[in-house]
């Protein structure tokens, strides 16, 4: 018996190699693979009768490197970008799929269409987008997933260079100026190409104080402030694209006012007063108060305070003196007024004789009487 193995007709190939041989297995290695080794491979066994076992094998087409077309570099914001990134030879069709700083891109146009060989296919995916400054310097990249790859997909990359006019924002060192302060307004501005050194002015002029207010890169430093500096600052900043501007109102607060709590205990009395006096460095008066010395206004507010807590310990004692004293009195003449006739009856032996003596009780009686102030 013999064994042999065809496809599509002998095997006549310098690139099949006959690597083991015998009555019951016949072995041959393909080197150099190709699209047209892809077919049916027939092993038959002449015994009595003729045995026969097939095979198909399918050869998988490996999609070229990925290219990306249709980059320039750099690119103005606002500009309309479409990139597209081909691959060709993968059989199946390849998947292409498009990324930005390792962010998938979902809104792209796929296409395919099959090669002069008629076996594999050239597939290509396109992505448009408009540029942006947030885009600048991110990475584009096109990936090329097959089953043929081994899970090591194919990469194109692009970094974006998008040029832009400058953004420019002012930042106060404080929210509240106020005179005497100093302030640092800072001129934050982005761009690219960088912007040139910004430039300060004042109420659409040029500083008015220079050795006050100095400029050191872009920061306004003003010293000393005083009510000659409120006004409108701006910031300007220029590229070779164009340029932008921020500006800033400084308004000077006179110094702020204080708010002192004080507490006093007047003596004699258990009341609490508390008050709040409100401070200014304003317009100086008469009853103007240091706000640098707190201790010279309790000083100052303590006396009226006694004043008025010993005028009123003084009243809500004298009223509870005369309280005391008026229930002394109506204690003292409080008491059970006999009637006349039960005056007389008092020592009378029998009734008789206890009308005799009321009678003469009432003769005294008109004679003494009582009056009651």
């Not at 070229?64 to 990134?85: A, H, K, N, W, Y």
């Not at 030879?89 to 809104?107: C, H, L, M, Q, T």
């Not at 594999?120 to 584009?140: E, H, L, P, Q, Y």
Request: glycine residues 6%; charged residues 25%.
């Amino acid at each position: 018996d013999a064994c042999h193995i065809y496809h599509c007709g002998s095997l006549r190939d310098n690139r099949i190699e006959l690597l083991r041989a015998s009555w019951h297995e016949l072995t041959i290695r393909v080197t150099d693979v190709s699209l047209s080794d892809e077919g049916q491979y027939t092993c038959s066994l002449f015994t009595m009768p003729v045995k026969t076992s097939k095979a198909f094998l399918t050869v998988l087409g490996v999609p070229e490197s990925p290219q990306i077309s249709g980059f320039v570099s750099p690119v103005m914001e606002g500009d309309r970008m479409e990139l597209t990134c081909k691959t060709s030879g993968s059989k199946p069709a390849a998947d292409i799929r498009w990324f930005k700083n390792d962010k998938e891109v979902k809104d792209v146009k796929y296409s395919k269409e099959e090669d002069a060989n008629r076996k594999t296919f050239t597939v290509s995916s396109t992505m448009v987008f408009k540029a942006d400054r947030n885009d600048d310097g991110a990475v584009v990249s096109c990936r090329v997933d097959h089953e043929s790859l081994n899970s090591t997909p194919q990469i194109a990359m692009q970094v974006l260079e998008i040029h832009y006019i400058p953004s420019v924002k002012i930042i106060p060192s404080t929210p509240w100026p106020e005179e005497g302060q100093s302030i640092t307004l800072i001129c934050e501005s982005k761009g690219k190409p960088l912007p040139d050194p910004v430039l300060w002015t004042k109420d659409g002029g040029e500083l008015p104080d220079p050795e006050r207010m100095v400029v050191n890169g872009r920061e306004l430093n003003i010293n000393l402030l005083n009510k000659t500096d409120n006004g409108t600052y701006r910031c300007e900043a220029e590229n070779s694209i164009g340029l932008n501007s921020a500006e800033y109102v400084l308004i000077i607060h006179d110094v702020s006012n204080i708010l002192l709590p004080i507490t006093v205990i007047p003596s004699l009395t258990t009341a609490t007063v508390t008050t709040t006096v409100a401070l200014t460095s304003t317009a100086p008066s008469a009853t103007a108060i240091n706000t640098r010395d707190p201790n010279t206004l309790a000083g100052q507010s303590v006396p009226d305070h006694a004043l008025i807590g010993g005028i009123v310990a003084v009243v809500v004692f004298v009223t509870l003196c005369s309280i005391i004293l008026l229930g002394r009195y109506l204690a003292r003449h409080k008491g059970t007024y006999l009637t006349n006739e039960a005056k007389g009856a008092e020592d009378a032996p029998d009734a008789d004789t206890a009308i005799i003596n009321a009678e003469g009780s009432q003769v005294n009686a008109e004679e003494k009487k009582e009056y009651f102030i």
